[in-house]
DNA sequence: GATGAATGAGTATTCATTCAT
DNA sequence: CATGAATGAATACTCATTCAT
């Protein structure tokens, strides 16, 4: 038998990870980082304890391999490194993307929540990721913000183009502040229930902020 | 010296547990519960290990007397027993309310939050409570709804009468939702921020449901 | 009963610091330090595992205390730090008390020549000591010498005056080298056997090079 | 490309066998036999853990193979079956010739050192190699002395033989015995340091003991 | 009541060794 | 022959809980 070519050990790798990831996300999400063992991961992921440690040097890089991947996957599915101005259609789109991804990545979504609710946790993170060039989008320079704060950038800015459109009487930041809070109840009713009138709010959302 | 009498025991020890319950409240909502070790309570409450457990028996079980006592007092001061019906003032006054809890017991929505957000964790409290006395209102019967769901139902049947007052082209289905929806959403940022326009974006939002 | 007073509590865990490092220090001895493990030196103080760590905070810190307290026992025991100079009668005195230094600290001496032949720890060694404050002579002065620089300072200026007793003929450069390597041999020789004859020895050598 | 001869396996073999040996000592006297991996060594000699194994049964095994071959090297370097009487000459090679050894195989010499120094190891050690018929010299006979004991023996006599030459005063044990500890200090100081005065106190032994 | 020493079950991690390909 | 995935036993370390004083 001819020994594995150097692209199947890729590849078997490849998989081993993926796998790892899936399982221990799911778990991290559902009974949270500390209460989930290695052993119980490594057991419903088909595997030895030891194994895992062949893909991922600790628990702790596989949670932020697990962050990394997740939060690359968000950035490329928004696509937001284009010209930052967002009309009415692409905001409906966007917030209509934003509940795709919401349900789609539940899992991650959860997790996230947890870590981003214990103070130093939080404190990494934001110091953490604008460090990362991943992800930074591919005409980044030097200066330019990163992807969170952009977002938040194209947001702000739409609301204040919309005070032209509608005049005095429209408060921006007010309205900015109550679209982050309706968005940010969305995603937290969106991630912890499987209710399938979330499709009816979002609709709502789109009406009440477009 | 004169000996202390038995009602100056029971308040030096309620005092203690009450010492306890916040610091470790506080620990539990900003580490989280596992990252919280006993000793490190116990070292910031200034007493011993040992003595602690003279006041709870066990880890699990401060976390529980924590739980218990906030819920009541949040209880207490929602004061819902009454008739179950939300005149449009007391709608009002009512949502003022919870800002001022969110504001005052920050650690505690903390700590409850990232409970809920483990699946196991959530499914405990909500079959834990019903079994609870101290969390059912003193005119409860067998078979009445508990707080929670009471609380649900006051404000849905608000706006099914408001349905009433607006007429048809309201969904009151739909206005129930997004303010679920609103209300978590303020709740987090609330519970998570330290923004000083929260006054005013409740008074949006009793603006935009009232 | 009486709860203990700080003071017997702090007696007890010194007690229990000098058991845990007398015998760690006697395995790490013969068996070497990575063949050692906590376990089997928990059982053989008779204690548990858990309690080793009450008092030290990992493998590597009890190494560290042990090696600290021994080096300074050594040091206190030498009391080098007087004018710096030997006569020809300290200089019989010195070497008499390093054989008793030998014979009394076997075990400690054992695990230093073991540490000092790897490499890295070689390198870590040398780097930690001078650091310490607790390893310098009370009357220490920024800039002075440590004890060991100190030590060999000594030896050699006793050996570059007796070239001016002797004359022309000692060369001082081989004699203090094959001082050191004699000095070298018999600490070997001293430390892993228990031969009746190291006195014996001990009285050439001073024969050989006072 | 015509086929490999058996003849050429075998020294494909050996030459593989040869590399991991040299490899493995390396990183043994250096890093010590426990710091050291399986992993790393395999790396370094550019292979597979899985081909090592093809080689070495065990990592103890591959500890002996190294072992046995080099103190083979040293017995048939210093070639001691001979008529078992050092002369004067002799005496003088013999200790030049130590000293070559030391020179260049400083990283057995500390592997050695290493193992020897640990109880247990120790005994093996001295248990083991009467066993092996590679280190028993070729007119070995059940009851001839081994090597290392050979060569104390030699050693022993040519001192005895001294004492006849020089006269009464002279104290042959004492002066055996400071011929083993001077010995000894010399390797351990050739062992581990690079100093280029190593020759020159070769020449001072011999002309101490002579 | 009060203290912290003591325990032991549990957890992450390492590494020699085996094995399918 | 050659590879590295896979295993599992061993090991350092943590922490809730108990207990003698």
Redesign the pocket.
Same mark, same amino acid.
């Given at each position: 038998?001819?020994? @594995?070519t150097?692209q199947?050990?890729?590849e078997? @790798?490849e998989e081993?990870m993926t796998l790892i990831m899936d399982v221990a996300l799911e778990h991290f999400a559902n009974e949270g980082y500390? @209460?989930?063992?290695?052993?119980?991961?490594?057991r419903h992921a088909?595997?030895?304890?030891?194994?895992?440690?062949?893909?991922?040097?600790?628990?702790?890089?596989?949670l932020k391999a697990i962050i990394h991947k997740s939060v690359n996957e968000v950035y490329k599915y928004l696509d937001i490194d284009r010209d930052g101005y967002l009309s009415e259609d692409e905001f409906e789109f966007f917030i209509k993307k934003i509940n795709v991804l919401l349900k789609g990545k539940r899992y991650f979504w959860r997790l996230l929540m947890q870590l981003l609710m214990q103070n130093d946790v939080r404190e990494q993170f934001l110091k953490a990721f604008p460090e990362s060039d991943s992800l930074i989008h591919p005409g980044h320079e030097p200066g330019d913000n990163y992807y969170p704060l952009q977002m938040m950038k194209m947001i702000t800015d739409y609301f204040l183009r919309k005070k032209e459109r509608i005049g005095k009487q429209y408060d921006p930041d007010s309205e900015i502040n109550m679209f982050f809070i309706t968005m940010m109840g969305f995603a937290v009713k969106s991630i912890y229930s499987d209710a399938d009138d979330n499709d009816k709010a979002i609709n709502r959302i789109i009406e009440l902020f477009k």
């Open positions: 038998m001819s020994p @594995r150097p199947q050990f890729k078997m @790798r081993k500390y @209460r989930t063992t290695i052993n119980h991961i490594a088909g595997m030895s304890k030891g194994l895992m440690y062949n893909y991922f040097e600790s628990k702790e890089a596989l």
